[in-house]
């Protein structure tokens, strides 16, 4: 049990009100359900005042579980004025895993979440799968105050994507979704897509690990012509190639919105690492750029470089994994490190690139990382959680 305190409060209130929160986890922890709960609650009487409660409730070894107990309880919880955030989990564990939720679950939250006016900000990793996505995406129709949704890990597929993205075209809140590890392929990246093209609050998108490929980048770089409030779009680890990789370019030459792109794990080779040197020429918007792991050579760093010497948007740009880059792009990245301006982290991990030229880069005034001092998260580590975009 973790306490921030950020402001003065009334502290006999807010006893009642922890009071009142722990009695509800208490039954919890009665019925022996396998869930991890976070709530977050904001005190109305004392502006500025949150605290966190993490309640992990114990593996009790069976292989049948009912979910009635926790919906219930679910319910209390979002009946309460007082709570801003709510995250529930299938806690790892080696030995046996969760069933996914019940629909009955995923029913009581759905009508919970339909007059809920207080959670701002829903986790959900408890596999509730493609009718669980259809039936909570009804709430999400109506909800009026949910501005960060993730729902990574829960193999909603195609069909819970296309009934999410349905009610994106009538949600007006929402600002942040993710659907990292969904099974999500071209069908469903169209159908958001398209809602993209009406929704004009969505400022955060995450993909990364699913199924798109060429028709995904199609109709998704006709949205992001039309689109005018994604910020932050993560693709990392789809099937994009280079072909659906020169489709986004030429979007990206366009929109003056996106700060932050993954395209990271979606062989682009040459080709694509040249379509976004052409966009990085004309493009001052993209400030972080991440390109890992993508069969990147020499040619393709060359035009990335040249494209840096120029550009006057880039902040981090990560080129690591792409083991044939070597020291012929090494030392065109290097000449362009010395002339750009606004670069101040670059992530060269096993790019094959000497010691002697990384050492010079280093002088440059820009924070670079090798296989010697890579952090263990990438030098981004916070790619796979909701950051707000300045």
Request: charge should be neutral.
């Amino acid at each position: 049990m973790e306490d921030k305190v950020y402001k003065n409060y009334d502290m006999e209130r807010l006893d009642q009100v922890e009071d009142e929160l722990l009695d509800i986890f208490q039954k919890i922890n009665v019925v022996h359900e396998i869930l991890a709960f976070e709530v977050d609650f904001q005190c109305e009487f004392s502006k500025g005042y949150l605290r966190h409660y993490k309640f992990d409730v114990p593996f009790p070894g069976l292989e049948v579980y009912t979910f009635r107990n926790t919906a219930n309880v679910l319910q209390e919880i979002l009946s309460k004025r007082f709570v801003c955030t709510l995250s529930i989990h299938e806690p790892d564990h080696q030995v046996y895993k969760p069933k996914p939720a019940s629909i009955e679950l995923i029913m009581n939250l759905k009508d919970a979440f339909k007059t809920n006016n207080t959670v701002k900000k829903l986790h959900m990793d408890t596999r509730i799968g493609a009718q669980g996505a259809i039936e909570f995406a009804e709430a999400l129709k109506m909800n009026t105050t949910i501005q960060e949704l993730n729902l990574r890990h829960n193999n909603i597929g195609n069909n819970g994507c296309i009934a999410l993205a349905d009610s994106l075209k009538i949600n007006k809140t929402l600002k942040k979704i993710n659907l990292v590890s969904n099974y999500i392929g071209n069908e469903g990246c169209i159908a958001l897509a398209n809602a993209l093209k009406i929704n004009k609050t969505i400022k955060i998108v995450y993909f990364r690990g699913n199924k798109i490929g060429l028709e995904g980048c199609v109709e998704l770089a006709k949205a992001l012509k039309i689109n005018k409030t994604i910020q932050e779009i993560n693709l990392c680890h789809n099937k994009i190639g280079s072909n659906g990789c020169k489709i986004l370019a030429d979007s990206l030459k366009i929109n003056k919105t996106i700060k932050i792109l993954d395209l990271g794990v979606n062989e682009i080779g040459d080709e694509g690492a040249d379509a976004l040197a052409n966009v990085l020429k004309i493009n001052t918007t993209i400030q972080n750029m991440f390109l890992g792991r993508n069969y990147i050579n020499a040619k393709g760093a060359i035009a990335i470089a040249n494209a840096l010497k120029i550009n006057s948007g880039i902040q981090k740009i990560d080129l690591s994994e792409n083991f044939k880059i070597g020291d012929d792009g090494g030392f065109v990245l290097l000449e362009a490190l010395k002339l750009n301006t606004t670069i101040k982290k670059i992530d060269l991990t096993r790019c094959n690139i000497s010691r002697a030229i990384l050492q010079q880069m280093k002088t440059c005034n820009v924070e670079v990382f090798d296989s010697q001092n890579r952090p263990t998260n990438g030098f981004m580590n916070d790619k796979d959680e909701f950051e707000p975009t300045q």
